[in-house]
């Protein structure tokens, strides 16, 4: 099955730093790729998704990259505030029904 | 309404009590996910129904048994669960394929 490696597993950045969290998976086959922040007590919450088709998407300060033939996807975070601290999540799917997780990584962005 | 629900938020249960964990979503969603969740983990996939029908059961133990009564509702029967049982209990909802799930706010369950 699916095997998703994420990394760091913590990392702490100053405000206004950026902060890059990367995810390799192993099935070729997987073609959805999202992103999921969860802060402490409370449920994880998609941010940001690309699909294979894609190599890069933004949304305001947060961009995912994707590299198929080297089967990694990165998650960017420009202009980190303090309300970015969570455990952020990579996951993969073959648009089958369940998405594969990876460990996590806590961020920590201190003022 | 963009919001899967969840009840009840919190529950403590003995080892030999049998409780049931509700989850409910009216986005017209097809499948459904049970996840438990422990602390500093990642969510840990259990059971996925899609179309009212159970099409993934993860290995899971039968103290842990799921239920779809309609395309709107999710439950998850618990009985003689262990201590190690304790843990956040997420349900999802999504359209297979094509986005990301939607998670419920979950129900941190202890088992005493």
């Known amino acids: 099955g699916e095997n998703v490696e994420q990394h760091p597993s913590t990392l702490s950045v100053q405000e206004g730093d950026s902060a890059v969290i990367k995810c390799t998976y192993s099935d070729s086959a997987s073609n959805y790729f999202p992103w999921y922040k969860q802060e402490l007590g409370k449920r994880p919450q998609l941010i940001i998704d690309i699909r294979s088709n894609v190599g890069e998407k933004k949304d305001q300060r947060i961009a995912v990259t994707l590299n198929k033939t080297a089967k990694h996807f990165s998650l960017h975070i420009t202009e980190t505030q303090p309300e970015d601290s969570a455990v952020y999540f990579c996951a993969a799917s073959n648009s089958g029904y369940a998405l594969n997780f990876g460990k996590g990584t806590s961020l920590l962005v201190t003022p | 309404d963009t919001e899967v629900t969840q009840t009840p938020k919190h529950l403590v249960m003995g080892m030999t009590n049998k409780k049931s964990l509700k989850c409910e979503q009216h986005m017209g969603h097809r499948a459904m996910y049970w996840y438990k969740q422990k602390a500093k983990k990642p969510p840990e996939l259990m059971f996925v129904?899609?179309?009212?029908?159970?099409?993934i059961n993860e290995s899971v133990p039968s103290r842990f048994s799921p239920e779809c009564p309609n395309s709107s509702l999710l439950n998850l029967h618990l009985h003689a669960l262990q201590p190690e049982d304790s843990a956040l209990y997420l349900c999802?909802?999504?359209?297979?394929?094509?986005?990301?799930?939607?998670f419920g706010s979950g129900t941190r369950l202890t088992v005493v």
């Open positions: 999802a909802s999504g359209r297979q394929g094509r986005d990301g799930y939607t």
């Open positions: 129904y899609s179309y009212e029908k159970l099409s």
